[in-house]
């Protein structure tokens, strides 16, 4: 919107007036706040009105002759200096795995994204793995479902149900896995380059330091108890691993069909715990882009964590939206995006988002998501939920009565008609 039209838009509008009344209580709040951490990514354009935004805009007030960090800036315009529409706090939204470091290791790494650097997100936490040909992710369980999306490369992965069939299967690029809560399982790189993958565990606080590894119980259990419970010797169990394992080099293993039949009898046949992505027809294809969207319909063992993969062309805009199921994690896989968030009670906050970013999304909160950049833009909506759901906002407007949306918008029928039908992606007219 350009500033003429934005002017236009607020005429009278009562907003401005109990924002004002209100901005003695904001600016102070905005005050304390600091740069630091969360501080950074939550601070925002605390009592700003439309009206003065757009004054200070016009007069040059929106210099700034001091100190800048200048690729951050450019990264982040919108996070910077907000568009005049932006309101209030709707908390923290944006956070990088290229800001988590990594635990390096011999075979790989692993950083998270989790509640401690983005403290709105209490329902879903992110790790981003790496692991180079034939090396392990320990065997392991922990108490968060996990889900997964395979990044770049190919992966073994196996798991135990608590009845003692192991499931085992091999997933490369697009690709899902779901490891229900303390159900145990591993993850090895396969050939060529090795793998990365993204973790999305169903709680906010989960951490990858966080988890049951098998060597580490060994080394804590009193030999004794070893020896009476395996049937090892005192020589074997000198030679376990003292200290624990979690990413470490081995050689590549055999065949899938290989491990298989070494399984055997005990081979888990019924639940599949992987789902081929790769392979998905997209659930809609639209002029701006297409969405496929996963959840528990379409892999049943994937019950509490339901994933939505978003390509946006150039210029398109993943409509306006909300879900009904709670808050959305988003993990930014390619391209250039701009997103703004609406709250109740007048706050508004947009930011930008570049590959390797995290967005997030408050429960119910609207939204919208614009390919800024010259390529596409592809993204991952993620919820705890076991059903995906969205509402779009094009589909209320062009679905109620037309007398209803008239008095609501003062619009024109024709007007109206004009709201695009089509769910998803928008490209425009
Ligand atoms: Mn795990
Ligand atoms: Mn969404």
Known sequence: MKSEEMKDA??????????EAAGVSRRAFVGAATLAGVGLVSMNAGAQTVKEALAGRANGSDSNPGQEN?????????????PPTDRGDVGAIWYSFDLAHKR???????????????????????????????????????????????ITGKARITLLQPDGKMFVDDVGPGDLWYF?????????GLEGPGCEFLLVFDQGDFSEDDTFLLSDWLAHTPPEVLMK???WSKAEIEKLPPTPLYI?????????????QSIGQ?????????????????????AGGEVHVVDSTNFPVAKNVAMAKVRVKPGGIREMHWHPTGTEWQFYIKGKGRMTVFNTASRARTMDFNANDVGFVPSMAGHYIENTGKEDLVFLEMFKTSKYLDVSLNDWIARMPPEMAEAHLKLTAAAIAKVP??????LPK
């Open 248 to 260: 470490f080099n081995a050689p590549l293993p055999k065949s899938l069909d290989a491990d298989k």
């Open 70 to 82: 200048q690729p951050l800036l450019e990264e982040n315009p919108s996070s910077n200096m907000p």
């Open 104 to 150: 390096l290791q011999s075979g790989g790494w692993t950083h998270e994204v989790t509640q401690r650097v983005l403290p709105s997100s209490k329902e879903i936490a992110g790790v981003n793995m790496r692991l180079t040909a034939g090396s392990f992710r320990e065997l392991h369980w922990h108490t968060a479902d996990e889900w997964a999306f395979m």
């Open 180 to 188: 229900p809560a303390g159900f145990p399982h591993s993850i090895q």
């Open 229 to 231: 419970n395996m049937g």
């Open 266 to 286: 005990y081979l888990e046949t019924k639940n599949v715990y992987t789902f081929k992505a790769s392979t998905m027809q997209p659930t809609k294809t639209t």
């Open 10 to 19: 607020v005429a009278g509008d009562p907003q401005e007036n109990e924002s």
């Open 421 to 426: 039908q089509e769910k998803y992606e928008n």
